[in-house]
């Protein structure tokens, strides 16, 4: 086998993934598909040399090259379009990779149309920064590298975009109450050690990351699930504070009168549905805190 085969072997296992990330960017299957065919053609053009993680690499690539069209689109201020129209005017369309409908119904059912009405309220940064992030667990640092941003600016995009996805607008007084409550009810229990009580608060599915530092100062880098999370948190968080965080409810910890740790907490309806464990001071710094009194 020699390189070009092997590239493009390799690039068939990561093409379900790549689609799936330009779909949710782009909410178009055939403007996803000409986003992927055009990571392709980077990659056989600069080959695998000095690449040491393909498959980040090509989801970098499909990321910035979803966020080039976004941008476009704003300028010309159009709708997503969902028709293929590769090849119009010179009559040589290449339907080699096209989208086939089974595909599109999978892609459509996976996503929603509620969420990508709001997906396309987004800035082209803000959306980017949600859907790596929240979707496919792509770290900050990463995102920021794409954006052109620090990690702390890329984090910030992400909150505000999680915020308009969840249909919440920041400071409102009904939906601080909500968040806080159930923030609240998961401290208590972290704080009691009540595993069961912390289930109670966690969605299934739930998500912990931990940034850079707070890796280093013994956090896990992810953690899946709400056993495995209460497990993590039982007996722990005694000197959290609830806190406003970019306009949500969270968690920080404060000691000398500097927040250490930020807990960037996204709550959905009354679940948490993931926790953001933020150490970096760079990154505590570009976010909006406001420890909330008792």
Partial sequence: MNEQDWLAARFAESRPHLLAVAYRMLGSPSEADDAVQESWLRLSRTGADGIENLGGWLTTVVARVCLDMLRSRARRREEPIDTDRRG?????????????????????????????????????????????????????????????????????????????????????PGDVARQRAVVEAFLAASRKGDFDALLEVLDPDVIVRADRIAVQAGADREVRGAAAVAGTFAGRARAAQPAMVNGAVGLVWVQHGRPQVVFDITVVGTTIVAIDLVADADSIAALELQVLGG
């Fill in 88 to 172: 119009e005017g010179d009559g040589h369309a290449d339907h080699s990779n096209r989208v086939d409908p089974e595909s599109e119904a999978l892609l459509a059912d996976a996503v929603g149309p509620a969420l990508l009405v709001v997906l396309d309220r987004l800035t082209p940064a803000e959306r980017l920064a949600f859907v790596l992030h929240d979707m496919f667990a792509v770290s900050f640092e990463e995102i920021a590298s794409i954006v052109g941003r620090s990690p702390g600016a890329a984090r910030q995009l992400a909150s505000r975009a999680r915020r308009r996805v969840q249909g919440a607008t920041p400071g409102d």
